[in-house]
């Protein structure tokens, strides 16, 4: 099992950057994919971005498209999630997760796909 833990997250002004990280622990995230999720108040968590093994593929939800950017460093067994151009409804907890699954396409934006999971880092952004 893989132990996840954010970081990065924290208070920003709109139109902000913030980049947040995911460090892995207890095995190596080479072989996996990784995603990031967030989850605001009342609402459930939702797909902001996924990056296959490899680090070739990459895929966002529309909301983030363009703003965000999701990379990952195998050698340092960590994730990063770049945010620019920050708004007021980006505000939510960010999840890291991961997936040993052998697929990707269909499935990659899914919570189920993913089978561990980091407790989350707090970003707030003010307008």
């Known amino acids: 099992q893989v132990q996840l833990e954010e970081s990065g997250g924290g208070l920003v002004q709109a139109g902000g950057s913030l980049r947040l990280s995911c460090a892995a622990s207890?095995?190596?995230?080479?072989?996996?994919?990784m995603g990031w999720f967030r989850q605001a108040p009342g609402k459930e968590r939702e797909f902001v971005a996924a990056?296959?093994?490899?680090?070739?593929?990459?895929n966002y939800a529309d909301s983030v498209k363009g703003r965000f950017t999701i990379s990952r460093d195998n050698a340092k067994n960590t994730v990063y999630l770049q945010m620019n151009s920050l708004k007021a409804e980006d505000t939510a907890v960010y999840y890291c997760?991961?997936?040993?699954?052998?697929?990707?396409?269909?499935?990659?934006?899914?919570?189920?796909?993913?089978?561990?999971w980091g407790r989350g880092t707090q970003v707030t952004v003010s307008s």
């Open positions: 207890g095995r190596a995230i080479s072989s996996d994919t």
């Open positions: 990056i296959f093994w490899s680090g070739a593929i990459t």
């Open positions: 997760a991961a997936s040993g699954s052998a697929n990707y396409y269909n499935t990659y934006y899914r919570r189920d796909h993913y089978d561990s």
